[in-house]
T-cell receptor
Framework: DVKVTQSSRYLVKRTGEKVFLECVQD?????MFWYRQDPGLGLRLIYF???????EKGDIPEGYSVSREKKERFSLILESASTNQTSMYLC?????????????FGPGTRLLVL | RKEVEQDPGPFNVPEGATVAFNCTYS??????FFWYRQDCRKEPKLLMS???SGNEDGRFTAQLNRASQYISLLIRDSKLSDSATYLC???????????FGQGTTLQVKP
């Protein structure tokens, strides 16, 4: 069974703080993704990675960065948190190639920036 | 225009009812299509893929109309446990990226 875990279910941070969201998958998937989900807007892709040390911008990368030093771990970084980054953050992973269309999601991190 | 559009609902139906959701996509080059299900305060999970010829999985039937660029999901004999948000998902290319609709909320009442 694929397992994707995220470091926190709930986080409260202050404006200007640096925030790290960690995601780990145990299925040796090449692809990893970070989304945010907001009411009325659905899931929006922030960044993704096809391999270790590789990263690609998604649709809304501004204000975020990522790190993929190991295959199983994909970190999302908010360099200086702002209130408009209050959201649900979801990490996902998938295989490269055949079967890669199925993404497996972590449980999500609800981030509140005050 | 959003790349994938869904009616957000909510759809409120009684148990046993048949309910259908539609979804339209804007990129005619889209390659693969899916329905994901998301329970309240949980992560999305794959419900089923959508094939050109249409496909069925128990009480769920998915259809794809490439000419009109829409996808549908039909749920027969609705159960209380079907209450969830159903996300229409499209892959624009072979990149592994998914484009999500905002979801349609279904509430099945006793």
């Amino acid at each position: 069974d694929v397992k994707v875990t995220q470091s926190s279910r709930y986080l409260v941070k202050r404006t200007g703080e640096k925030v790290f969201l960690e995601c780990v998958q145990d299925m040796d998937h090449e692809n990893m993704f970070w989304y945010r989900q907001d009411p009325g807007l659905g899931l929006r892709l922030i960044y993704f990675s096809y391999d270790v040390k590789m990263k690609e911008k998604g649709d809304i990368p501004e204000g975020y960065s990522v790190s993929r030093e190991k295959k199983e771990r994909f970190s999302l970084i908010l360099e200086s948190a702002s209130t408009n980054q209050t959201s649900m953050y979801l990490c996902a992973s998938s295989l490269r190639g055949a079967g890669g269309e199925t993404q497996y999601f972590g449980p999500g991190t609800r981030l509140l920036v005050l | 225009r959003k790349e994938v559009e869904q009616d957000p609902g909510p759809f409120n139906v009684p148990e046993g009812a048949t309910v259908a959701f539609n979804c339209t996509y804007s990129n005619s080059a889209s390659q693969s299509f899916f329905w994901y299900r998301q329970d309240c305060r949980k992560e999305p999970k794959l419900l089923m893929s959508v094939y050109s010829s249409g496909n069925e999985d128990g009480r769920f039937t998915a259809q794809l109309n490439r000419a009109s660029q829409y996808i549908s999901l039909l749920i027969r004999d609705s159960k209380l446990s079907d209450s969830a948000t159903y996300l229409c998902v499209v892959t624009p290319s072979n990149t592994g990226k998914l484009i999500f609709g905002q979801g349609t909320t279904l509430q099945v009442k006793p």
